[in-house]
């Protein structure tokens, strides 16, 4: 067989109906996401005596990893986001506003999120693998004038061979629309029912990062080549970052931070127009408990003095949210 480019090979996800079991149609390529297949195999090793290398080898678990390279994109986010919150409710526009469609996603405090999986090819026509039970498992977000990023990562059961990677007539290409530096703004407040009241005009740096959201469940079936199902993990890191100028409000949140009161920050995308008078658009609402303060110095691509804050995200004891996003584009769902 001729050697082939890393430069064709593709990676398609459709959403499955049950968890694990391959879908056959629906099949999209998110033109903002890139991914990588790799394996996880934990075994181990055995020596018999008077051997001097290992005479057997014990597989235990098998799984894929996907790495995940993307960016911060109106459409694409649809895709990434449920690495953090699940799955989305999804609502398309009013009559005024056909095309467009509507995702929120919800970080519950107290319940688990609803999960979404994907199957997953990786490939091209020559040769594929098959994905089964892909999920997104991480979510961040990190903005500044100069920079923007979304990172991410995925799952999946051990990866198939032998399965054709799906015919191009039955795949979606999913267009970009990426967000840009200028189009954001940056508002702290002190309830989340006030969110979006005060923007910070010297806000140089803002981000949100969301841990390993799922652990793989690994029962005893040998019906099952990989893990049975996955589980939201015990200890997934909700941390975020803020970096503002040294003025009043850098002074607030050290009062804050003495106080041990929460902070309530929404990180705002507005783009161009889809239909009628509706742009894209994301918006992340999170509170947030400050936990450190960093050195004062230079702002990035700035000789002004800022300050940066570290947090962590805390449940409001008023409306019980924790985070929210909500991503309007042109993605009729997942």
Known sequence: MPARSMTNQQLVLAREATAGTPATTGFKRVQSLRGTVGYAIEGDDFKASGSKVNTARVPNTEMGTI?????????????????????????AGAAAAVGTYTHTYTLNAYSADPRVTFTGFWGDAVQALQLPHFLFNTFGVSIARGALSLTSSAMSYMPKTGIAFPASGAITDVGTRPMAGRQFNIYMDNTWAALGT????????????????YTPDWA???????????????????????????????????????????????????????????PFSMVVDYCVRVTSIGEYSAAPNSPAVSVPFSF??????VSTNVSKLVLVNAVTGL
Do not use: C, H
């Not at 409000?249 to 509706?278: C, Q, V």
């Open 67 to 91: 790495g995940i390279d993307t960016i911060l994109d109106y459409n694409g986010a649809t895709w990434a986001a449920t690495g953090g919150y699940g799955a989305p409710v999804s609502v």
């Open 198 to 213: 005060t923007q910070l005009l010297a806000a140089y740096e803002g981000g949100l990062t969301m841990g390993d959201k």
């Open 220 to 278: 005893i079936n040998r019906a099952l080549s990989s893990f049975s199902e996955v589980l939201e993990a015990e200890s997934t890191e909700y941390s975020g970052n803020l970096r503002v100028g040294f003025d009043a409000t850098a002074l607030s949140l050290l009062n804050t931070f003495n106080a041990g009161d929460l902070k309530f920050i929404r990180i705002e995308s507005i783009g161009p127009i889809i239909a009628g008078a509706i």
């Open 312 to 317: 962590t995200l805390a449940v409001d004891d």
